[in-house]
């Protein structure tokens, strides 16, 4: 089973602060890592993506991305009560499904 | 630009009555995928169609389940015999042919209920 973990949470912080979501995932031979942002009730928008080692930069959110140690992060700068979601990290090993995480709960409070 | 679309969006229906969904993907996307989300997880794979070939099902998709994109557009997922199992968000998603990293760009769902 090809697993892809992250903390449940919720995870709070301050407006204003940086949000810090991490997931790991267990198939070495993934290939592209993503990152879906999900309201309740609503479905995954798609927020960033990535498929090198390094750092990814859009806008407030950056996406990191370290396959040594099997894991990928998104950090959200100067955080608003607007993104305050659900994150879902999902992994693209072979063939054609995303292998998705539980998702992360975000909570922004002002 | 429109993105992906779903029909219904809600549906309530009995244990053991047959339903369908119809997903319409972005419009020069020809890779189409069907999850089912529940409550705390994740999405999880149903199945995956390039144009009209379907080309890849997950064990989720029971016997009971049917996917069909008979002209490479618009697709539907039928269950039959509804279970309370079943009750779920159905979601869609699209992506562009080509070489691309599979990303996915979804749908707003349809939300199934069995009563």
């Known amino acids: 089973q090809k697993e892809v973990e992250q903390n449940s949470g919720p995870l709070s912080v301050p407006e204003g602060a940086i949000a810090s979501l991490n997931c790991t995932y267990s198939d070495r031979g993934s290939q592209s890592f993503f990152w879906y942002r999900q309201y309740s009730g609503k479905s995954p928008e798609l927020i960033m993506f990535?498929?090198?080692?390094g750092d990814k930069e859009d806008g407030r959110f950056t996406a990191q991305l370290n396959k040594a140690s099997q894991y990928v992060s998104l950090l959200i700068r100067d955080s608003q009560p607007s993104d305050s979601a659900t994150y879902l990290c999902a992994v693209f090993n072979s063939g054609y499904a995303l292998n998705f995480g539980k998702g992360t709960s975000l909570l922004v409070t002002p | 630009d429109t993105g992906v679309s779903q029909n219904p969006r809600h549906k309530i229906t009995k244990r053991g009555q047959n339903v369908t969904f119809r997903c319409d993907p972005i419009?020069?996307?020809?890779?189409l995928y069907w999850y089912r989300q529940t409550l705390g997880q994740g999405p999880e794979f149903l199945t995956y169609?390039?144009?009209?070939?379907?080309?890849?099902k997950s064990r989720l998709l029971s016997d009971r389940f049917s996917a069909e994109r008979p002209k490479g557009s618009f697709s539907t997922l039928e269950i039959q015999r509804t279970e309370q199992g079943d009750s779920a968000m159905y979601l869609c998603?699209?992506?562009?042919?080509?070489?691309?990293?599979?990303?996915?760009?979804f749908g707003p769902g349809t939300r199934l209920t069995v009563l």
């Open positions: 169609f390039q144009n009209e070939a379907q080309l890849e």
């Open positions: 419009s020069e996307h020809n890779r």
């Open positions: 998603a699209s992506s562009p042919a080509g070489l691309t990293y599979n990303e996915q760009f």
């Open positions: 990535i498929y090198s080692n």
